[in-house]
């Protein structure tokens, strides 16, 4: 706190004795001769302090409103810093989240991440090879995943050898998801959900766990996503996602067959065993690679020229750079019995350059074929060229 003169205290002459007071104030010594003169006096000069205190009340009156007025000023610009302080520290947080890197958010509104959180799910179950415990898990998950979306799910149950004695039948099932039943012109979505029952390309132990993160569950899981935006996209076409079994049903490479799920509901197809008529098919496999490139694939390009330039060109418009307009490989895969069989114009969407070209499809069938070599924003992709595929497709007069 600021001190202040106590200005009621008397002038200190005032408090000296008579005797001296009247010596300095000009009397002489004190007598009762001199009272009338030193009372004049006196009175003359106690006027003069009167008039003094006065004027110095009012300049210590005047010197504490010009210190309260310096303390207020005070106050008040360290209250100005304060607030200007603060708003430095709001701009400059303002502008570090603004040069914070930020995933973009996708038009579509395909989540990438969701896909990828169901690929995770999938490969929680183990290896899901053809008629286990695991598929019979799987199974009860999709069921309810597209059930819970209002979409209609029919199972295709068939009976296969098993590759290890062919005397024994496997029953394996096909799940096929509806859109928009009451539409006899259909488009078909397909990809394998099985895993091998070893990683058998794998250098140091192909007798080891294969979970299939990229090769079955990748597919999967993008169905999963894919489906929530199917159930309001109506049009000219209802939509089929189709989960084949038995793609990978090999304990002997080169000698057990393969495709046994799509090529059984190719060949009752065939047989106008089947409710609609698919326009076209596109096949997913192994679409969640941390590195994506997808290549034009050979029997695509031969069975179904003017569907993969349509799909490739909906990317190009979209910016999605992975999908590399040049051809590369000819793979076999679920697209083969669709097109020979069921005559359905089909596409198939691989990369089969697992990590990547440079070193090749190494990470296939092995035990590196794990959810941390693939990623969202490579499902979050096909996902945008795909759904905005299917959306032109619907208003197409």
């Not at 009247?22 to 008039?51: A, H, T, Y």
């Not at 149950?157 to 005397?167: E, V």
């Not at 969202?376 to 759904?387: D, H, P, Q, T």
Request: include cysteine; glycine fraction near 8%.
């Amino acid at each position: 706190m600021l001190g202040f003169p106590q200005i009621w205290q008397y002038p200190r002459h005032f408090l000296v004795p008579k005797q001296e007071r009247c010596q300095k104030l000009g009397l002489g010594k004190f007598n009762d001769s001199n009272i009338e003169r030193s009372s004049r006096n006196l009175g003359k000069n106690k006027g003069v302090e009167e008039v003094m205190s006065r004027n110095i009340l009012r300049l210590i009156c005047g010197l504490g409103l010009t210190l309260s007025s310096l303390c207020f000023a005070t106050a008040q610009s360290d209250s100005l810093s304060d607030t200007q302080d603060q708003q430095t520290k709001s701009s400059t947080q303002a502008q570090e989240q603004d040069q914070a890197p930020q995933k973009p958010t996708d038009p579509s509104g395909f989540d990438g991440d969701y896909a990828f959180q169901i690929l995770k799910a999938i490969c929680d179950l183990g290896p899901r090879v053809s008629a286990s415990e695991p598929m019979l898990k799987q199974q009860q998950m999709i069921r309810e995943h597209f059930e819970g979306l209002g979409a209609t799910v029919i199972n295709q149950d068939f009976l296969a050898a098993h590759p290890l004695d062919n005397k024994r039948q496997v029953q394996l099932r096909n799940m096929i998801v509806r859109f928009h039943p009451e539409n006899k012109r259909r488009l078909l979505l397909g990809c394998h959900y099985d895993t091998r029952p070893f990683p058998d390309r794998d250098q140091h132990n192909p007798q080891g766990l294969f979970l299939g993160a990229n090769d079955g569950a990748s597919g999967v899981g993008f169905f999963f996503e894919l489906g929530k935006h199917l159930v309001d996209l109506k049009g000219k076409y209802g939509i089929d996602l189709i989960f084949f079994d038995g793609e990978e049903f090999v304990w002997r490479t080169g000698i057990d067959p393969m495709f046994l799920g799509s090529t059984h509901f190719a060949t009752e197809y065939a047989k106008n065993r089947w409710n609609g008529k698919y326009a076209y098919g596109i096949v997913v496999d192994m679409i969640a690679d941390k590195e994506l490139e997808l290549y034009f694939e050979g029997n695509s390009v031969q069975y179904a020229p003017k569907l993969a330039q349509s799909i490739w060109g909906v990317a190009k418009e979209l910016g999605v750079k992975e999908f590399i307009p040049e051809q590369r490989h000819h793979i076999r895969d679920d697209h083969l019995p669709l097109n020979s069989i069921a005559r359905i114009p089909t596409v198939d969407i691989i990369d089969f350059d697992y990590p990547n070209v440079n070193v090749g499809n190494i990470y296939w069938h092995t035990e590196k074929d794990l959810p941390e070599n693939c990623s969202a924003e490579s499902l979050e992709k096909v996902g945008r060229v795909l759904l905005e595929w299917l959306r032109q497709m619907q208003n197409m007069k």
